[in-house]
C-alpha cells in the first residue's frame, strides 16, 4: 500500500492552500485526545498552519496566538464518514432525478452537501461512488478552498454489470439511455480492468464495486453475487497495481466471502455475512464498513404505503436489513474490525453522526463506536499519520460538543464547534 500512501500525502499537499496559518490555543474542559485511551481534562490543544503542534496540561497562553474557550465542552478527533455520497441527493424518486441532472448539478448538490457534512462534524469523507466526474471537481474546489466540505476520498463511478445494482438505467426504455451518466459497467475481465484504470485516470483514490445486488435498486436481479471470480479477481489486482485500495458493496454471503478471497480491502453493508466471512475478515485483514443508518432509512421506506417504494424492494428492504443490524454486530464480537459509514445520499446529508446510535445498539461500546469513526477508519483510509486522533503533526481536525458523549452517544449529533486544517468550520460561540 506505499503508493497509496504517497497519493494520499500528495492530494493532502493540494489542501494545504486551504490551512489556516494562524497560531490557535485551544483550552478544553475534556479531551479525547486518542479514542481508546481516557479521555484527558483541562488541556490545552495548540495547533499551527493546518496542524496540531502541541498538547499541553492545563490552561496556557502563547504569543501572538488566538485563545479559544472549550472549558465546558468535550473536544474530540474530526470524525471520518467511510461511505458517504456526498453529490446525490437525497430523497424517493431518484429514478426521476437521474434524468434530470448532469454533472454540473451535482458538484452545485455536492458543494451544499459538503458544507452540512462538515459543519456536522465529518472532516474526512470516503465518498464511495457517484456518477461522472462531479466528484472530482468538488474535491478539488473544496482542497483549493473555494468550498467548505471535508477532506474527500473519492471513489468515482460505481463498477457494475450491465443490468446490476450499479446499473441505474435498469428497466429504462433504450433511447433514454444515451441522456444518462452510468459510466461504471463492465462486463468481463478486459472490461473490468479498463472500468478501473478509467477511474484511477480520473483521480479515484479508491475503487467501489457493486459486487452483489442491493436492496435499493429496480433490478430484479436480488442480492447475490454479481460479478464473476475472474472479474473481482482481476479489479483487485488491476487497482491494487495503480497503489489505490478497493470497496466491495456485498449482501449475500457468496459474494462477501468471494469479494473477500479476492482481496477486497472493505466490504460495505455485509448484510448477510457468514461464520466463513468473519474467518476471512480476520485472514485477510479487510475491514466492514457498518452502514445501519442506511438500514434504519429503508426500512422507514418500506413501512411507508406513501414512499413509492416498490414491491420488490419493500421486500428485499424487510428481508436484509434486520439482518444486516443482527449480523454487523456479530462481525464485531467476533473480532472484525468495523468502520463508521452511513451511506448519506439515501439518508440525508448533516444526519451522519445518527450512525453512532445504531453502533451502540448493536452492542459497540460509546468509545468503541467513536474509534470506528476515528482511529479504526484512518487506519482503514492509511492515512493514521493525518487523522483520526489530536496529536503533534496530524492534521489540526477537531470537535467540540455539550455533554459527554462517552456517557450519551447521541451528543455528537450536535456539534458546538468544528475545526478542519486548524480553521473553524463552525466557530464556537
Ligand atoms: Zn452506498
Known amino acids: 500500500m506505499k503508493h497509496f500512501a504517497f497519493t494520499v500525502f500528495a492530494a493532502l499537499l493540494c489542501s494545504l492552500t486551504a490551512a489556516a496559518n494562524d497560531l490557535t490555543v485551544v483550552h478544553a474542559g475534556t479531551a479525547l485526545l486518542v479514542p481508546g485511551e481516557a479521555p484527558r481534562t483541562n488541556v490545552s490543544i495548540i495547533s499551527e498552519n493546518g496542524r496540531f503542534v502541541g498538547i499541553e496540561d492545563g490552561f496556557v497562553t502563547r504569543d501572538g496566538a488566538t485563545t479559544v474557550d472549550l472549558r465546558d465542552h468535550f473536544v474530540l478527533p474530526g470524525m471520518i464518514d467511510a461511505h458517504d455520497h456526498i453529490t446525490a441527493k437525497p430523497g424517493r424518486n431518484k429514478r426521476l432525478w437521474i434524468t434530470t441532472v448532469d454533472d454540473s448539478l451535482q458538484a452545485l448538490y455536492g458543494a451544499h452537501y459538503a458544507k452540512l457534512t462538515l459543519e456536522a462534524g465529518f472532516t474526512t469523507v470516503r465518498n464511495i461512488g457517484s456518477t461522472g466526474t462531479a466528484i472530482f471537481a468538488l474535491r478539488r474546489a473544496i482542497n483549493e478552498g473555494l468550498v467548505p466540505g471535508p477532506r474527500l476520498l473519492a471513489a468515482g463511478s460505481f463498477l457494475s454489470v450491465t443490468g446490476g445494482h450499479g446499473d441505474k438505467t435498469t428497466g429504462f426504455i433504450e433511447p433514454i439511455l444515451p441522456g444518462i451518466i452510468h459510466d461504471g459497467l463492465c462486463d468481463g475481465p478486459a472490461e473490468c480492468m479498463k472500468a478501473v484504470r478509467t477511474q484511477i485516470r480520473r483521480g479515484a483514490d479508491w475503487i467501489k464495486v457493486m459486487v452483489t445486488g442491493g436492496v435499493n435498486s429496480e433490478a430484479n436481479t436480488g442480492i447475490g453475487q454479481h460479478f464473476s471470480d475472474a472479474e473481482l479477481k482481476a479489479i483487485v489486482d488491476t487497482t491494487h497495481r495503480l497503489g489505490r485500495k478497493v470497496a466491495g458493496h456485498a449482501h449475500a454471503a457468496s459474494g462477501v466471502n468471494a469479494a473477500l478471497r479476492a482481496g477486497f480491502d472493505s466490504i460495505e453493508h455485509g448484510a448477510f455475512i457468514d461464520d466463513e466471512s468473519i474467518r476471512l475478515f480476520k485472514e485477510t485483514g479487510a475491514f466492514l464498513v457498518a452502514t445501519l443508518s442506511v438500514g434504519d432509512h429503508v426500512l ?44 448519506s445520499g439515501e439518508p440525508e446529508h ?66 458546538h464547534a468544528v475545526m478542519k486544517d486548524g480553521a473553524w468550520a463552525k466557530t464556537p460561540k
Not at 421506506?301 to 419493500?314: C, F, H, I, Y
Not at 451522519?352 to 468503541?368: H, Q, R, T, Y
Request: hydrophobic share 45%; glycine share 10%.
Open 300 to 343: 422507514h421506506l418500506a413501512a411507508d404505503p406513501n414512499s413509492g417504494m416498490s414491491d420488490a424492494v419493500r421486500v428485499k428492504a424487510r428481508e436484509a436489513i434486520p439482518t444486516m443490524m443482527a449480523n454487523v454486530g456479530r462481525a464485531f464480537k467476533g473480532g472484525v474490525k468495523v468502520v463508521f459509514g452511513t451511506d
Open 350 to 415: 448533516g444526519r451522519n453522526a445518527d450512525e453512532f446510535k445504531f453502533l451502540v445498539d448493536i452492542g459497540m461500546s460509546e468509545m468503541e463506536a467513536i474509534e470506528a469513526a476515528t482511529t479504526v477508519a484512518a487506519d482503514m483510509l492509511d492515512m493514521e499519520g493525518e487523522v483520526g486522533r489530536i496529536a503533534p503533526g496530524l492534521r489540526a481536525d477537531l470537535v467540540a460538543v455539550t455533554g459527554n458523549p462517552l456517557d450519551d452517544i447521541t451528543v455528537l449529533t450536535r456539534t
